[in-house]
C-alpha cells in the first residue's frame, strides 16, 4: 500500500479531477444512488446532528449531503487541492469549515467536539498505522455518544489470495480480476488491514466497534472492504459487536443503477 507521501501525490496531482469524483460512484448509477440506496439508510439514526467530521471529503462527493445534515460540518483532507474545491464548491454554505491535515491527525479539531464522523471511500487506501493514528485521535476529539462510519480495508483477511494475485502474470491478471477469479489489488486497499485488526485497534484507543459489516466491492465474491461504526467506550451505542458478512452489497449496487435509471425491471 501507498506511504502517506503517494497518496499526497496521486490525489494532488496525479489524478484527474474532471469528474470529481463522480467516476466512482458509477456503478451504483450514479452519486445519488449511492448516497440513498446505500449510506443515509446505515447512518440515518446518528445524523442530522450538530458537529460532523468528514474525513479525505474529496471533492465533495458527500459533502453535498451531509452540509444538510449538520449545524456544523468540518472537512479534513490531506491534499490542499482537495479542500480548495470544495471551499469553492461549498462556498454558499456558511457551516463548514476546512482544513488540510497530514493524513493522520485532526490537530485542528478541538477535543469533545464531534457529534458524527464521516469517511467512504477514501481511508480503505490507508495502511493500518494510518488507521490506528486516526482511532486515537477521535477518541480525543468524539463526544461522549458520538459515533463514526468508517470505510476501510478488508484486503489483510484474504493474504492467501493477496499473494497469488501479486505472483500472476501481469497479462492475464487484469482479465482474471476482471471475471472476479483472483481478489482485486487494483482497486488500491490497503493489504495490512482486517476488520477485526481494526476493532481491536479501536478498543485500545478507548473506543467500540458495535456495527461492523464486511463487504465486497465492485468484482469478485471477496469481502475486501468493511464498513464500520464505532463509539466511545460507555456510550448509550456501545454494546456488543454485531458482525454482518455481505456478499450481496455488489447486488445492491446493480439494484440501485437500475431504479436510478429507471429501468427496473430484471
Known sequence: MAELAENVSVWESD??????????????GGTEALWFGALLPRIHAFVPTGSILEIAPGYGRWTQYLKNLAERLIVVDLAERCIEHCRERFRDSDNIEYHVNDGRSLAAVPDRSLDFVFSFDSLVHVDADVLADYAGELARVMNPDAVAFLH??????????????????????GPLIHRGALIDIAAWRAEDVTAEGFAA???????????QERICWE???????????????????????????????????RRMARLYSGNVAG
Open 201 to 211: 485497534t479501536c478498543e485500545r484507543a478507548g473506543l467500540a466497534c458495535f456495527s
Open 15 to 28: 489524478w484527474d479531477w474532471c469528474q470529481r469524483g463522480e467516476e466512482w460512484s458509477a456503478w451504483w
Open 152 to 173: 476501510h480495508s478488508n484486503l489483510g483477511a484474504y493474504r492467501t489470495w493477496t499473494r497469488l494475485t501479486h505472483r500472476t502474470p501481469a497479462r492475464i491478471r
Open 219 to 253: 468484482r469478485g465474491p471477496f469481502l475486501t472492504d468493511a464498513l464500520t461504526l464505532l463509539t466511545p467506550v460507555g456510550s448509550r451505542w456501545a454494546g456488543p459487536r454485531h458482525s454482518l458478512r455481505n456478499p450481496l452489497f455488489r447486488r445492491e449496487a
